[in-house]
């Protein structure tokens, strides 16, 4: 079997708000864990325990709300990178991910020859998109 990097995200009670909206944008199948569907009761039974995307593309990412007794300390040391060389999709993807959040750099031509942007979508999180556009020269 071989072995696969996956993101985590660790959300503070929006896991699966975020989730169905990165299936949204991203397509494929979620499948969703409450911390009820464990037996949990009260204010903690309809949060996520655990979540799984994965599209069509081959993407995977997972994400649950933060564990009781656990806080989320939001920082810039991790970011999604999203990468290819279908510019129509990932173009359609980095505007839907920074749709409510924040642009930190246009998806447009950079000096290396692909079209690249960032935003930190609605969530929080940073994504950095990059599609390789090959020669423009010609």
């Known amino acids: 079997m071989p072995v696969h990097l996956n993101p985590y995200l660790t959300l503070a009670g929006t896991a699966r708000e975020a989730m169905t909206f990165y299936r949204s944008v991203l397509g494929g199948e979620l499948e969703l864990m409450s911390y009820g569907d464990m037996g949990a009761e009260g204010d903690l039974a309809d949060k996520i325990m655990h979540a799984s995307l994965t599209t069509p593309d081959g993407l995977a990412l997972m994400a649950s709300d933060v564990a009781p007794g656990e806080v ?48 930190a979508d609605r969530f929080g ?14």
Request: charged share 20%; with cysteine.
């Open 125 to 138: 999180i940073i994504w950095l998109v990059n599609a390789a556009v090959g020669d423009q020269t010609a």
């Open 72 to 119: 989320v300390e939001h920082g810039s040391t991790v970011r999604i990178s999203l990468s290819g060389d279908d510019e129509p999709t990932l173009r359609g993807w980095f505007d839907a991910l920074a749709e409510g959040g924040e642009v930190h750099v246009p998806m447009e031509m950079q000096p290396w020859g692909d079209m690249f942007g960032q935003c």
